[in-house]
């Protein structure tokens, strides 16, 4: 399995009715992996499905005039959505 920060960048090559699990406390070095819905791989629980992880990363984006996310940006973006329902936004 991968670190939270490693499979991130991979999901294109995961359903987009897709989970993603990972081990908590969620961080970027969480272990974490990407499955079909019902496959939740033992020792690991729900963090976020993928598509608000495809959206999240694109909204991102367009509010940084067309900057990508690092790895922990990225993740820091995903866990809280996953733990408060709703994109971080920018910080002033």
């Known amino acids: 399995m991968l670190a939270l920060q490693d499979l991130l960048p ?3 090559e995961q359903p987009a009715e897709g989970l993603i699990y990972a081990a908590k406390p969620w961080t970027a070095t969480s272990v974490a992996a990407g499955a079909a819905l019902g496959g939740q791989p033992p ?4 963090l976020l499905e993928v598509e608000p992880v495809y959206d999240g990363v694109e909204l991102w984006s367009s509010w940084r005039y067309g ?3 690092t790895a922990a940006e990225n993740c820091e973006e995903v ?3 996953a733990e408060y329902d709703a994109y971080l936004g920018v910080r002033s």
């Open 10 to 12: 991979s999901l294109d």
């Open 43 to 46: 020792g690991l629980g729900r």
């Open 67 to 69: 900057a990508r996310p």
């Open 79 to 81: 866990i809280h959505y």
